[in-house]
């Protein structure tokens, strides 16, 4: 069984990530402005979360079970398998997803109990809580992210075969 890729290309692939969620979100929050007739951001504040928090599972648990990468993995040459190289079930991609919030949970936590409101003192949390997380897997002789672990699944390398084309060239 082989290690896990570099963390830095892991987090590589989180941060491209986050830039691509960026417009999954933005259609899926007008989607659900208009569907609602929401006129301002309070209102149905709550029922957006949970939305939103529903649209970002089916988008990784879809690529997640389709494939074992999402756009950013693809890019970044990562795949999701499970612990013994099989593809992801829908009940291990859920899991893996519920799991994959513990990225973020601690660290708002800390925000929200110490009273933070400056967006950089949040900022600066919530990337010392992500550093803190991704490091976590360095405790690990494989180097998986625990959230992984737990879920029975890993991250690998997954390099593309060359088309024919470019193999008889090379």
């Not at 970002?56 to 398998?81: E, N, P, S």
């Not at 933070?116 to 976590?136: D, F, N």
């Not at 879920?151 to 997954?158: A, F, I, N, W």
Request: aromatic letters at 12%; proline letters at 4%; a positive charge.
């Amino acid at each position: 069984m082989s290690q896990a890729p570099a963390l830095a290309r892991r987090l590589a692939a989180f941060v491209y990530e986050g830039v691509l969620l960026f417009g999954v979100v933005m259609i899926a929050g007008l989607l659900y402005s208009l569907v609602t007739q929401q006129r301002h951001a309070i209102e149905g504040r709550i029922g957006m979360m949970v939305y939103l928090f529903v649209v970002l599972g089916v988008y990784f648990t879809w690529f997640w079970t389709h494939g074992g990468q999402t756009v950013a993995m693809k890019a970044w040459h990562i795949r999701l398998r499970t612990a013994n190289d099989a593809p992801v079930t829908m009940r291990r991609a859920w899991g893996r997803y519920l799991l994959a919030w513990l990225w973020f949970l601690p660290a708002s936590a800390a925000v929200y109990s110490a009273g933070l409101h400056s967006k950089a003192a949040i900022a600066a949390a919530m990337l010392a809580g992500v550093l803190a997380y991704a490091a976590l897997a360095w405790l690990r002789p494989d180097r998986q992210f625990w959230h992984d672990v737990v879920c029975g699944t890993r991250l690998v390398d997954h390099k593309p075969p060359l088309p024919a084309k470019a193999k008889s060239r090379a």
